[in-house]
Every structure is written in structure tokens, then in C-alpha cells.
């Protein structure tokens, strides 16, 4: 009996000490690099510095310098599916507005990788008239970071939906080629 109660504490100590098991590091936790994470922010705060009241157009940076190429031919596709007319689109997708009425300058920006290199910046301003909550997924072109895609509390992906849309009005045919 003490020979049976010493070996059921023996194998239960052995049972404490044994090592835990190690999950690989994930793709996302070996790209969160605090360089990245600073280049990151830096690369939002210049994308928000021209959005303000007293903002002119030409302090918003030019398409090219902001969205990743995939984001880019996607809305390109999207005005050309519409051939001049509102397609998707109708605002900025950086803003979610129309007209920025507020200061966006001084967003603060939670950072996160979310894997294959790429990083999520959640976007968010308390505004009771005007909010804002955005989660912006980077990607690096080159050097420099851009947007790959942005979601919205009601569309997950601009990419999706711009995609999407484009084939929408792809199948439909212009008016004077309906046939009755």
C-alpha cells in the first residue's frame, strides 16, 4: 500500500514537471517588429495630415501613395465599370465621409500584425455627429507601407466589394443595348 501510494505521487510530481508545450510562433507574432510598427504609424499620420476643416485637396496624397497595387487596379476598375458615373465609391474610403469635417491629424492608431507581413491599424475617433472606426490592413510596396484593404462596421472588405460591384456592373448591359 505505501509502495502503490508512493508511486501515484511519484508519477503525479513527474506529471507537474513536465514541459509544456510549445506552439510555433505564429506568422503574425515573428512580423511584429517595432520598426515596422513605427513606420507604420508614420506612414498613417502623413496619410491623416491633410484631413482637417481647414484642409485643401492638395494636402491629401495622390491615390498611388497610399493604396497597395491590389486596391488601387480594384478601384480603377470600379470607375471604369461605371464609365464616368458613380460607382462604389461615392466617398472616401480613408474617412468613410464625403467631406471631412473633422480633424483627423491627430488619430491615434493601434497597430497590430495580422500575418504575411501585413498589419492592421484600427482607426477610431469618438465623434457623436461624425464616427469614425476603420481597420486598415497595411501591406509593404517596396519600402513604403500602403493600404491593402479597409473595413468598415458594415462592409468587412473595400477590396471584396470593389471587386464585387466591378462584376455586378460588368453583367449589366447600358440601356440602349437592352434588348425588350
Given at each position: 500500500m505505501k509502495t502503490t501510494g508512493t508511486m501515484i505521487l511519484a508519477l503525479a510530481l513527474a506529471a507537474c514537471h513536465q514541459e509544456p508545450a510549445v506552439s510555433p510562433?505564429?506568422?503574425?507574432?515573428?512580423?511584429?517588429?517595432?520598426?515596422?510598427?513605427?513606420?507604420a504609424r508614420a506612414f498613417l499620420t502623413h496619410i491623416y495630415a491633410g484631413y482637417h476643416p481647414d484642409g485643401a485637396l492638395e494636402e491629401i496624397l495622390p491615390d498611388e501613395e497610399v493604396?497597395?497595387?491590389?486596391?488601387l487596379a480594384a478601384i480603377q476598375a470600379n470607375r471604369e465599370a461605371y464609365s464616368g458615373e458613380v460607382g462604389y465609391l461615392n466617398g472616401d474610403p480613408l474617412c468613410d465621409c464625403?467631406?471631412?469635417?473633422?480633424?483627423?491629424?491627430?488619430?491615434?492608431?493601434a497597430i497590430e500584425p495580422v500575418g504575411d507581413g501585413q498589419l492592421q491599424a484600427t482607426v477610431a475617433l469618438e465623434d457623436p455627429e461624425h464616427p469614425l472606426d476603420l481597420r486598415?490592413?497595411?501591406?509593404?510596396?517596396?519600402?513604403?507601407?500602403?493600404?491593402?484593404?479597409?473595413?468598415?462596421?458594415?462592409?468587412?472588405?473595400?477590396?471584396?466589394?470593389?471587386?464585387r460591384d466591378t462584376r455586378a456592373a460588368g453583367q449589366e448591359l447600358p440601356v440602349a443595348e437592352k434588348t425588350p
Open positions: 510562433p505564429t506568422t503574425a507574432s515573428a512580423t511584429a517588429n517595432p520598426a515596422d510598427i513605427t513606420s493604396y497597395a497595387p491590389a486596391l464625403q467631406d471631412f469635417a473633422q480633424d483627423l491629424r491627430h488619430l491615434d492608431f486598415l490592413t497595411l501591406q509593404r510596396d517596396g519600402v513604403r507601407w500602403r493600404v491593402a484593404d479597409i473595413a468598415t462596421l458594415t462592409e468587412p472588405s473595400l477590396l471584396q466589394a470593389l471587386q
